[in-house]
């Protein structure tokens, strides 16, 4: 039967849109399934694991650094406990002005103004991970832990730690040496030596506390803990705890009977610095650097007064004079004139000089120090009256060789010398020469072409050199021990908390250089004359004094000083020498007024003993003899000098 198209039956319309929904609704719930099935079944672990870290909390537990110590077992830097106030930020109220509020009664607290509570908690927030607390005062008192705790309603988010400091048994002593410690910065987070620590930890930034760092830094331990929605630790909810592991011990070579006597002798003539070395090993007795600082004073936060009496005093106490001061030597230069004359075929020991009390080079005349000649005198004489017309003629027949560069270069003037404290850049010093007037001239210096006056002034430690302490105990180390150029070190040995030897430190020689046993005794008796018979530079100081020792004085004029700079270089016992001793003193006038005085005041705190000994000996003597005990007076007033020194 044919149906018109006005017969046909019409669509439901109400079961389409049932379909279609239904078709939806299948879709919807096949989307539904497949992304629960792939939360609970195929990733179900994952966010399990991310639920489970929401409610736990892990924080680093610090490790207390080791200790350092003296040779002989003394602490030097031990760890103490402090009290530090710290502020969640977090917990800090979200309204400005309540939040202002807040942080003004925080500031009064600890005595710090409302802006300096923000800087610092700003200071800190770039230091510490998201979310941590920030460290606002450290080293607080227990009135304000008491108070705090009986206040905390008005002080949310505040609470009181306990942390580990750096606490300093003697103070100053050897605060050059031992460096001070700081948090890392965010520089320092980038450079290989501290890849995988976290902003706020602790690091050495000074001294061997620098140097030794991972040695004494420690292993942090981690302490794990569940939170609630607030993000507070709740009751029992402490998971698992990995305790830290401390530093190991650093032991040094420092003898604390030398270090007290340098440094005393420093403070009593003004600023100038000091090295005792051993000529054998180049461990280091003593160094030492006036004025010096309190490493307490350094941990922050500072005042404004202690950061003007550290980094703005023109008096440079954070200077290490001892290996970054850079001063002309004088006299104590002759030693290194010798050698290369002597090297060279420029002279012998017997060659003999008229010093007529001047000489005149390339038209210019050069004096003696004093004015007065010492007539025909040969190499031993020249160093115990310290000739400078004989030292001036040696340094004019070397002026075109290059011969004194090339060997104060070998003895290490003008070079590192690679000790195991941290330096600035450019403290190596200079050694000046033609090569060295070139580049200077090249980068824009206004020097003349070098000649025989510039090889003159230096042959007599004058003119541009400029060299610290411990390169001059090296070069004159180099001499006494046969030719060893040694490497200096502070560091002895690394112990565990069980006080085990872990490792010793001693490092490898420089390098070696041809020294002539026959050129080395003329050297060592010049320098023995000089210090201990009569007419000699130091005989004032060392004649009498019971042990035999080889020293030369040198006084440097400096620009722009009215006094000259007063340098001493000793080698003790005579003539096979244990120890070097330099000493410089800035405006200390003729070497042998203060730095000669000072390094025998050194001397005596080394052979203490010694010299004890031979006091004794000589009363026995004097007294077996019936006589008055006046053969003693020198033995025995050695014997106090190192008794106050020590």
């Known amino acids: ?57 892990s924080t680093k537990i610090i490790a207390p650094r080791g200790q350092i110590l003296a040779r002989n077992g003394e602490v030097l830097v031990d760890n103490g406990a402090s009290l530090t106030l710290r502020v969640d930020p977090a917990r800090l109220p979200r309204d400005p002005r309540a939040k202002k509020a807040e942080l003004t009664r925080i500031g009064a607290l600890v005595h710090m103004s409302l802006e300096r509570v923000e800087e610092r908690i700003e200071e800190e927030e770039g230091k510490t991970a998201p979310g941590a607390p920030v460290t606002v005062r450290n080293k607080i008192g227990y009135d304000l832990v008491y108070y705090v705790a009986e206040n905390q309603r008005k002080f949310p988010g505040v609470k009181v730690e306990k942390v580990f400091v750096r606490a300093y048994p003697s103070e100053d002593r050897a605060a050059h040496i031992l460096g001070t410690v700081g948090e890392v910065s965010e520089e320092e987070l980038e450079e290989p030596p501290y890849e995988g620590l976290e902003p706020g930890e602790m ?99 500072l005042s404004q007064a202690q950061a ?17 001061g850079l001063y002309p030597t004088g006299s104590t ?52 009256y310290s000739s400078d017309v004989y030292f001036y003629s040696l340094g004019n027949d070397m002026w075109k060789t290059g011969a004194l560069q090339h060997w104060a270069h070998l003895l290490g003037i003008g070079r590192s010398t690679g000790i195991d404290l941290p330096q600035a850049e450019g403290s190596e010093g200079t050694l000046p020469g033609k090569k060295w007037t070139e580049e200077e001239t090249a980068a824009g210096a206004e020097l003349e072409p070098w000649g025989p006056g510039q090889n003159v002034q230096l042959a007599t430690g004058q003119g541009y050199l400029q060299t610290d302490p411990l390169e001059m105990a090296v070069a004159y180390a180099t001499v006494a021990n046969g030719g060893t150029v040694l490497t200096p070190h502070v560091g002895m040995e690394v112990e565990d908390a069980q006080g085990r030897v872990l490792k010793e430190i001693d490092p490898k020689p420089q390098r070696h250089v041809h020294v002539d046993t026959g050129y080395r005794a003329a050297i060592l008796e010049g320098l023995h004359e000089a210090a201990q018979s009569q007419g000699g530079t130091s005989c004032s100081s060392f004649c009498g004094f019971p042990i035999e020792v080889a020293g030369k004085t040198g006084t440097a004029e400096r620009v722009g000083h009215a006094a000259n700079q007063s340098w001493y270089v000793v080698l003790a016992p005579y003539p096979n020498p244990k120890i070097v001793t330099a000493v410089t003193i800035e405006e200390g006038g003729f070497g042998a007024e203060s730095a000669a005085p000072a390094a025998k005041q050194i001397l005596a705190a080394y052979f203490k003993h010694e010299l004890k000994r031979k006091a004794e000996e000589e009363s026995e003597t004097s007294e077996g003899e019936g006589e008055e005990v006046g053969g003693g007076e020198v033995p025995v007033e050695a014997a106090e000098g190192t008794e106050t020194g020590g």
């Open 1 to 57: 039967m044919y149906l018109r198209p006005e017969d046909r039956g019409r669509p439901n319309r109400t079961a389409q849109r049932i379909a279609v929904l239904g078709g939806v609704a299948v879709l919807l719930f096949g989307v539904l399934f497949f992304r629960l099935w792939d939360v609970q079944v195929i990733r179900g672990s994952h966010y399990l694991a991310e639920a489970q870290n929401n409610r736990v909390r």
């Open 203 to 301: 690091v050495g930034q000074g001294g061997v506390e620098y140097t030794y760092n991972k040695v004494l830094r420690g292993t942090p331990g981690i302490l794990r803990y569940q939170v609630n929605a607030a993000g507070q630790p709740t009751p029992g909810g402490r998971l698992h705890s990995t305790p830290p592991q401390p530093g190991d011990t650093l032991r040094l070579t420092i003898n604390p009977a030398v270090q007290a006597a340098g440094e005393q002798a420093l403070a009593e003539r003004g600023p100038g610095a000091f090295v005792s070395m051993n000529v054998h090993t180049g461990e280091i007795l003593g160094i030492g650097s006036f004025p010096t600082f309190d490493p307490s004073e350094l941990t922050p936060p």
């Open 308 to 324: 003007d009496n550290l980094f703005r005093n023109p008096e440079d106490p954070l200077t290490d004079r001892a290996v970054e």
């Open 333 to 384: 230069f002759k030693l290194i004139t010798a050698m290369a004359a002597l090297n060279s075929g420029i002279s012998t020991p017997q060659t003999r000089i008229n010093d007529t009390g001047s000489i005149t080079i390339s038209g210019e005349e050069f004096e003696d120090s004093e004015g007065v000649g010492y007539g025909n005198v040969d190499l031993v004489e020249a160093l115990k």
